[in-house]
């Protein structure tokens, strides 16, 4: 409804005015709009239909939810619950995609199965290397003998001189490791 106006007259009781019961009835009318909206939305059950503009608010209070005007219909303009509360049950995706790189920001992907794909970088579980080393002794003593991981390898090692007349020095300790079945080798110290 549009703001409906006292006519005042010309001047005081010149009879030209509105009567006293026309200006209350138009006081009335406006006041019952004022009082029918929240700063500048209309508040009710029902949508207002007649003197509504586009733009115009409505609070609809049976379902909480507000509204606006735009063009001929009224279009909800409420905030979403994320996830919307009319969601009960999540459907899992069991083959997702990604459109991007995932990044996990310091936390692990857990579960169990198998991971299908190319890997890059480092496996904690692997048959063989990739990239087989070769391990080579260098200096007095020399040899070498190629690793791929897969399995225990044998270092042959030759003493420079072959008669030992050079001196074999360790940096640290030896460490042989643990054996899970009896150990022979042979040590041939030479000749003193």
């Given at each position: 409804m549009a703001l409906?106006?006292?006519?005042?007259?010309?001047?005081?009781n010149d009879g030209t005015g509105d009567d006293l019961r026309t200006?209350?009835?138009?006081?009335?009318?406006n006041l019952s709009?004022?009082?029918g909206s929240l700063y500048g939305a209309n508040v009710g059950s029902t949508p207002p239909t007649s003197g509504v503009e586009e733009g115009e608010l409505w609070w609809n209070t049976v379902d909480g939810r507000l509204y606006i005007r735009y063009g001929s219909v009224w279009v909800?303009?409420?905030p979403?619950?994320?996830p919307?509360?009319?969601i009960n049950n999540l459907v899992e995706d069991t083959s997702p995609e990604l459109g991007g790189n995932l990044n996990l920001n310091g936390f692990n992907i857990q579960g169990t199965g198998s991971i299908i794909g190319e890997l890059t970088g480092n496996?904690?579980?692997?048959?063989?290397w990739v990239t087989p080393r070769t391990l080579t002794l260098a200096g007095d003593v020399t040899?070498?003998?190629?690793v791929d991981g897969s399995q225990n390898i044998t270092l042959n090692a030759t003493v420079v001189g072959g008669t030992g007349g050079g001196t074999i020095e360790l940096g640290g300790d030896l460490d042989f490791g643990t054996f899970t079945e009896p150990l022979e080798f042979a040590l041939d110290a030479g000749t003193f």
């Open positions: 409906q106006t006292v006519n005042l007259g010309t001047y005081a200006a209350f009835e138009k006081v009335n009318s709009e004022l009082f909800e303009a409420s979403r619950e994320i919307p509360a009319s496996a904690s579980t692997a048959s063989a040899g070498s003998a190629t």
